[in-house]
Nanobody
Framework: QVQLVESGGGLVQAGGSLRLSCVASGRTVNAYTMAWFRQAAGNEREFVASITKNGEGTYYADSVEGRFTISRHNAKNAAYLQMNSLKPEDTAVYYC???????????????WGQGTQVTVSS
């Protein structure tokens, strides 16, 4: 019932910033945990960040802690990922996901967007 669409990816120089957006349609996602995952070419999908339904709890992978910030605006039915101090190793397809109970594991999430490419040049 819920569809997720990511946007905001692109090419950026190392040290730069990007803000990814995830807009949900079909149903409200106010009751869902929202999360971001990424998958680099040839690698498994990995957790990046998540935020609880009330926005109070946030969780980050060690690799992005202190550089990325996840947020949500429930009135817009959207979640965001602010990415600062980007590194070439951040290059990946970034996916938005939502679930009533999931938190950090991709297998726990059942609603996924199509992904948006982020490429960081050195």
């Amino acid at each position: 019932q819920v569809q997720l669409v990511e946007s905001g990816g692109g090419l950026v120089q190392a040290g730069g910033s990007l803000r990814l957006s995830c807009v949900a349609s079909g149903r409200t996602v106010n009751a869902y945990t929202m999360a971001w995952f990424r998958q680099a070419a040839g690698n498994e999908r990995e957790f990046v960040a998540s935020i609880t339904k009330n926005g109070e709890g946030t969780y980050y992978a060690d690799s992005v802690e202190g550089r990325f910030t996840i947020s949500r605006h429930n009135a817009k039915n959207a979640a965001y990922l602010q990415m600062n101090s980007l590194k070439p190793e951040d290059t990946a397809v970034y996916y938005c996901a939502a679930d009533l109970y999931g938190m950090v594991h991709p297998s726990d999430f059942h609603i996924w967007g199509q992904g948006t490419q982020v490429t960081v040049s050195s």
